[in-house]
């Protein structure tokens, strides 16, 4: 059974970077034609697509979030993490990592992925 479990700090002040890593287990992340990636979701508001790393390490940004945006994997530790930098108040929200065998750029409800993690709070404050 594939699981995806998110990981990272749950409180980031502004300006600060925001660190979050998806542990994959199951499955290795470098098979399979599948493409990874992080979704959040805001207070109040729907499900945005942040980017993505396919099987074989392709990558693929939001052109919203590009600029503060870095997306990478650990082979070794079957993992892919997101770096956001220069947070604001309006990056908090649930961050999700997802798996889908499409490059779903506009999701509308996190069970259009194949499977994804539970998802993890963060809120940027001072």
């Known amino acids: 059974q594939v699981q995806l479990q998110e990981s990272g700090p749950g409180l980031v002040k502004p300006s600060q970077a925001l660190s979050l890593t998806c542990t994959v287990s199951?499955?290795?992340?470098?098979?399979?034609?599948?493409?990874y990636s992080w979704i959040r979701q805001p207070p109040g508001k729907g499900l945005e697509w942040m980017g993505g790393?396919?099987?074989?390490?392709?990558?693929y940004y939001s052109p919203s979030l590009k600029s503060r945006t870095s997306i990478s994997r650990d082979t070794s530790k079957n993992q892919f993490t997101l770096q956001l930098n220069s947070v604001t108040p309006e990056d908090a929200g649930v961050y999700y990592c997802?798996?889908?065998?499409?490059?779903?750029?506009?999701?509308?409800?996190?069970?259009?992925?194949?499977?994804w993690g539970q998802g993890t709070q963060v809120t940027v404050s001072s």
């Open positions: 997802t798996r889908d065998r499409r490059l779903r750029r506009v999701p509308t409800a996190i069970d259009e992925y194949d499977i």
């Open positions: 199951g499955a290795s992340i470098t098979t399979g034609f599948y493409y």
């Open positions: 790393i396919n099987y074989s390490g392709q990558l």
